[in-house]
Structure formats: structure tokens, C-alpha cells
């Protein structure tokens, strides 16, 4: 089964750090472009990141970036999102998602974790 | 920045209707969109790619058109468990961007 588990999410401090977690299971990681996108309470999704299967190509949205990082470990099938000088406004759902044919089609989707930043 | 505007944001109907969202793109974005369906608490589901085909194991009461600047989303025949939000997306070599979303409820 196709799967994605996302982790570590939590409370931090404005300021604060955190890095998130998305354990992939049930296809060749390596193969395939993955993406992080969040969901504020009761509103819409939004793209933050993607890299290409190999790790060297990255993608961010204008609000993260200099802020999050995107990588990959694909021996351990694992993406991962560091992100830094959390905002408040950074409060969401975060989810790990994969793509098929290059970056187009997000076909499999996390759970999501959720990340509240608060002091 | 590409901007996805989605309408109407909300929308109520009885079950057995024809429900239509549509999308318009800020620039002309070819086929490069994708349509999504989330229930409450759950992750978002592709339903639709490259604008007009229907992904595996979608009831064929979803379809998509449009092509350029103007896309549309139809629910042919409205069922009970299409309650959910549905967000287009386009897709470029600088990222994805969502619409807005629309709620769709049963009258």
C-alpha cells in the first residue's frame, strides 16, 4: 500500500524552529518529485515545496522561502521540511505529498501534522 | 505569481443536480490544472488532471474542461457523499497555486 506518514509536528515559539517528518512506504521514493502543502484552520491549501526524486532540484512558494528547507533521505524513504523563525501566521496542517509525471499530478497525500506556533 | 480564482465559494443543491465550479486563471496556464476533492478532516483527493481526465477510480459523474484561462468542474448527477470542498490547482516551473475552494453542501 501506497503511503505517507508525516511527524513532528507541534507546539513552538514564535521564532521558533521545527523540523517535520514524512515516512514514505509502498513505491520507489527515489523515483518520484515530492511537495509539502499546508492548510490553515478553516482555510484553503497552500504550496510550499517541492524537490525532484534526485534532491538537487528545490521549488519554495515566496512566503517560506529563506525560511523552510526542503531534502530528502532517499536510502531511508524520507522527506523531510526544516523550518525556521516560525510565525505565528505558520500555524497549519502540513502535509507530504507525492507527484507522478514529474511535479504535475499530486496523486498521494499524508495525513498531515499539525504545526501551531504560539507563545 | 499565477493567482487561481474559484467560483462560487460555497454552493447548495439537491441531490440528483448538476453542480459546475469554475476556475479562471490569472495567465494562460495551457492544461496545467488539476481538481481536488477534500472531505472534513481528511487529506485532499485528485480527481481530476491535466484539466479533463479523470483519475483512476473516480466516479465518471466528475468531469473537468477548459483549457488557457477558464476551466470548469461538473458533478453531473449530485450524491450525498460528494458533500466536500473542491480547489482547482495550476501547475508551473515555478510551483502550484490553489483556488480559494468551493463548499458543496445538499439542499
Known amino acids: 500500500e501506497v503511503q505517507l506518514v508525516e511527524s513532528g509536528g507541534g507546539l513552538v515559539q514564535p521564532g521558533g524552529s521545527l523540523r517535520l517528518s514524512c515516512a514514505a512506504s509502498?513505491?520507489?521514493?527515489?523515483?518520484?518529485?515530492m511537495h509539502w502543502v499546508r492548510q490553515t484552520p478553516g482555510k484553503g491549501l497552500v504550496w510550499l515545496s517541492r524537490?525532484?526524486?534526485?534532491?538537487?532540484?528545490?521549488s519554495y512558494a515566496d512566503s517560506v522561502k529563506g525560511r523552510f528547507t526542503i531534502s530528502r533521505d532517499n536510502a531511508k524513504n524520507t522527506l523531510f521540511l526544516q523550518m525556521n523563525s516560525l510565525r505565528t501566521e505558520d500555524t497549519a496542517v502540513y502535509y507530504c505529498?507525492?507527484?507522478?509525471?514529474?511535479?504535475?499530478?499530486?496523486?498521494?497525500w499524508g495525513q498531515g501534522t499539525t504545526v501551531t506556533v504560539s507563545s | 505569481d499565477i493567482q487561481m480564482t474559484q467560483s462560487p465559494s460555497s454552493l447548495s443543491a439537491p441531490v440528483g443536480d448538476r453542480v459546475t465550479v469554475t476556475c479562471q486563471a490569472s495567465e494562460d496556464i495551457s492544461n496545467y490544472l488539476n481538481w481536488f476533492q477534500q472531505k472534513p478532516g481528511k487529506a485532499p483527493k485528485l480527481l481530476i488532471y491535466d484539466a479533463s481526465n479523470l483519475e483512476t477510480g473516480v466516479p465518471s459523474r466528475f468531469s473537468g474542461s477548459g483549457s488557457g484561462t477558464h476551466f470548469t468542474f461538473t458533478i453531473s448527477s449530485l450524491q450525498p457523499e460528494d458533500i466536500a470542498t473542491y480547489y482547482c490547482?495550476?501547475?508551473?516551473?515555478?510551483?502550484?497555486?490553489f483556488g480559494g475552494g468551493t463548499k458543496v453542501e445538499i439542499k
Open positions: 505529498v507525492r507527484s507522478r509525471f514529474y511535479y504535475y499530478h499530486m496523486d498521494v
Open positions: 490547482q495550476q501547475f508551473d516551473n515555478l510551483g502550484h497555486t
Open positions: 509502498g513505491f520507489t521514493f527515489s523515483d518520484y518529485w
Open positions: 524537490i525532484h526524486g534526485g534532491g538537487i532540484t528545490t
